[in-house]
């Protein structure tokens, strides 16, 4: 079952899911500069720059994290992002790269 | 340019249709089950026993056909399809591999 934040367990992500989070645009963006950015760095929603409402920008970042590709933790006033890179390696060996590669 | 059946050449095949493609269920079905078959099998749409449709099914394979994933060439009174397995690889390494060993 996934926690209360709604993070997937490795086991439960699917892989539906994941390419139906991966097929917007704006989310892929997201993915694609925690990929290319170093290993464990964690950004705040905002600073993707997505050129959308708040409430839109809380739903791409839900459906991110609900699919399994990002974990999001809450630090008293603040809440930041992170890519599960070695889970989603391990789950679903070469998709992190497809998603770097694009342009 | 896409040809006049819908096919996209390897350059013009977009991560985020192919992507879009995939997050459906039969979609992906008829990719997976492509892809553990022999290297160039063709089949007909209805041999998949997709519990759809037939106009739902012409959907199903355009959105495919139009991602790049498969190509449907007709033979005067069938249309067959087949996977575009080598120019999938080779624009999108490892997409493939993680279809087919999705369960």
Chains 1, 2 share one sequence.
Not at 22 to 51: I, K, M, Q, Y
């Amino acid at each position: 079952m996934p926690d209360l934040e709604g993070h997937p367990s490795p086991e439960e992500m699917a892989l539906g899911a994941v390419f139906a989070a991966l097929a917007d645009p704006n989310r892929r963006r997201v993915v694609r500069e925690l990929c290319r950015a170093p290993e464990a760095v964690e950004r705040t929603c905002a600073s993707f720059g997505l050129d959308v409402t708040k409430s839109t920008l809380t739903h791409h970042f839900r459906v991110l994290r609900e699919a399994g590709l990002v974990r999001q933790v809450d630090y008293g006033n603040s809440r930041k992002v992170s890519l599960r890179r070695a889970e989603l390696e391990h789950r679903f060996p070469g998709l992190l790269a497809l998603v770097a590669r694009d342009s």
